[in-house]
């Protein structure tokens, strides 16, 4: 059996955003797929079962330390074969003590977590250095991500195996009729459409989209969706009130069904990340419903948009975005081409061949 753990702070299946939890429900559900017992772990408010999707979803109850033990106290009593851990390296340090299963280890970020506490910094590093030793592979979500992290942590080189992240390109996908039923919700008539769908923040770059939209001389539409600063958060923010007074729209987070339906709406996907962008899942899951993506020319988006699925624009410069944004709008033969190119890009990462690729690593430990 296999068994995924993770962040403990969004109960699954998270329908209304959370990159990671996606991450482990979409990969667990294709693993079951093939034949594969697999089972979730769940924060929740009290300890349960449900069965989603072929996958058993694991609840359990209390802060992030309680449930950590909890996961290790339970999971004892479950015939493991593999233990995969997202993000969570501390877990891995508990199973290894408790003598439990191999652990892998998937990670899109490589600070350790008590970072930002400035009198805790030296001591938390080395703690966390110990965790991550625990691991017996750490596989890195792309290139990029293994590459800093190779160089934050200085572990051996035998101890990475990347893992992409995935898209499912089964419900994400072109779709003419889900693009016409949208376009008519959003009531933007025949419009060109700019979408951006994720966290908003300085470091995902809303800013910098908000800014470029300002720039553009051709009539568009910009929509922007998604939770203020972190998944789970119900408040608005300044950004929001910039998006509605330069004239975009902004819905707040959607629930997992609708994500086909508004990313078909749309013309062009922009992803304008400053920093820190390990794999871009939203710009993937684009891709494969035919959108060509603007994204910054940055971190792992350097490997998941490539010149023949979209474009990519100078990090941090908003007049870069616009003038990007301008030209692919601005030639319809271009777009088509690109759109044929973001579903060919999207097939390499369909989550049946990512499950794939988790068999062969499990299979080395």
């Known amino acids: 059996m296999i068994v995924h753990v993770g962040p403990s702070h969004l109960p699954l299946p998270a329908l209304l955003g ?32 449900r069965e989603y999707r072929g996958v058993s979803i694991r609840y359990l109850s209390g802060s992030r330390p309680e449930f950590a033990l909890r996961f290790v106290q339970d999971v004892g009593r479950r015939a493991a074969s593999v233990i995969h851990i997202h993000n ?15 652990a892998v280890l998937s990670c899109d970020y490589h600070f350790e977590p008590w970072r930002r506490f400035a009198h805790l910094s030296k001591i938390s ?97 910009l929509v922007v969706a998604g939770p203020c600063e972190r998944f ?25 069904a609708d994500l086909p339906g508004l990313y078909n709406a749309c013309d062009v996907f922009v992803m304008p990340t400053r920093e820190l962008e390990m794999f871009g899942m939203a710009a993937m899951e684009a891709q494969a419903c035919g959108k060509p993506v603007v ?26 975005l616009a003038a990007h944004l301008e030209m692919l709008l601005g030639d319809p033969e271009w777009l088509a081409a690109l759109g044929e190119g973001a579903r060919a890009n999207a097939a390499r990462y369909d989550w049946p061949r990512i499950a794939q690729r988790c068999q062969e690593v499990y299979a080395a430990l």
């Open 232 to 256: 789970g958060e119900t408040q608005t923010g300044a950004l929001v009130t910039q998006i509605r007074e330069a004239g975009g729209t902004y819905l707040p987070p959607l629930d997992d």
């Open 88 to 102: 969570r390296a501390e877990i891995a340090w508990l199973s290894k003590t408790a003598g439990l299963g191999p």
């Open 125 to 221: 590093k080395t703690v966390w250095r110990e965790c991550l030793l625990a691991c017996d592979r750490i596989a890195p979500v792309s290139a990029y991500c293994r590459e800093i992290f190779q160089a934050y942590w200085g572990l051996p080189a035998g101890r990475f195996a990347p893992i992409p992240n995935g898209v499912n390109c089964t419900r994400f996908h072109a779709d003419a009729a889900l693009r016409a039923q949208w376009r008519a919700r959003l009531g933007f008539g025949d419009r060109q459409i700019i979408l951006y769908l994720g966290r908003l923040c300085l470091q995902k770059g809303t800013d910098l989209l908000i800014a470029a939209y300002r720039l553009l001389k051709r009539p568009v539409s």
């Open 295 to 320: 994204a910054s020319d940055h971190g792992g988006l350097r490997e998941t948009v490539p010149e023949t699925a979209g474009v990519r624009f100078r990090t941090g410069d908003a007049a870069d």
């Open 18 to 49: 959370g990159a990671i939890e996606r991450r482990m429900m979409e990969l667990a559900e294709a693993q079951a797929r093939a034949g594969e017992r697999v089972m979730v772990y769940s924060g929740g408010p009290e300890i349960g079962w």
